[in-house]
């Protein structure tokens, strides 16, 4: 397994910004699928958007396509989601997950989680 630690969240009015981290280590890097899901009080874990080892590929949820961005630097072990225009119902305790599958899009398909980091959205 791999070991990710997030960081980054906080309180942010509606239409502002946050930038998420996800630093990894314990498997090389280059060769995990990293995904990005959240869990909002009372519900279920949501997939919010994936990237593939090299970042070549990426897709998200319709609920965040277009305000949310996934991207990996694999010189640094990260990962980010760069969140904009954020609304209240993005309020949610945000997980990065690693993989060693080519892609995944729900919570089965990837083994290694971070503790989470908490988004709060202000109206």
């Known amino acids: 397994q791999v070991q990710l630690v997030e960081s980054g969240g906080g309180l942010v009015q509606a239409g502002g910004s946050l930038r998420l981290s996800c630093a990894a280590s314990?498997?090389?890097?280059?060769?995990?699928?990293m995904g990005w899901f959240r869990q909002a009080p009372g519900k279920e874990r949501e997939f919010v958007g994936v990237i593939s080892w090299f970042g070549a590929n990426t897709y998200y949820a319709n609920s965040v396509k277009g305000r949310f961005t996934i991207s990996r630097d694999n010189a640094k072990n990260t990962a980010y989601l760069q969140m904009n225009s954020l609304k209240p119902e993005d309020t949610a305790v945000y997980y990065c997950?690693?993989?060693?599958?080519?892609w995944g899009t729900g919570p089965a398909d990837f083994d290694s989680w971070g503790q989470g980091t908490r988004v709060t959205v202000s109206s």
């Open positions: 314990g498997r090389t890097f280059s060769t995990i699928t």
């Open positions: 997950a690693a993989t060693n599958k080519n």
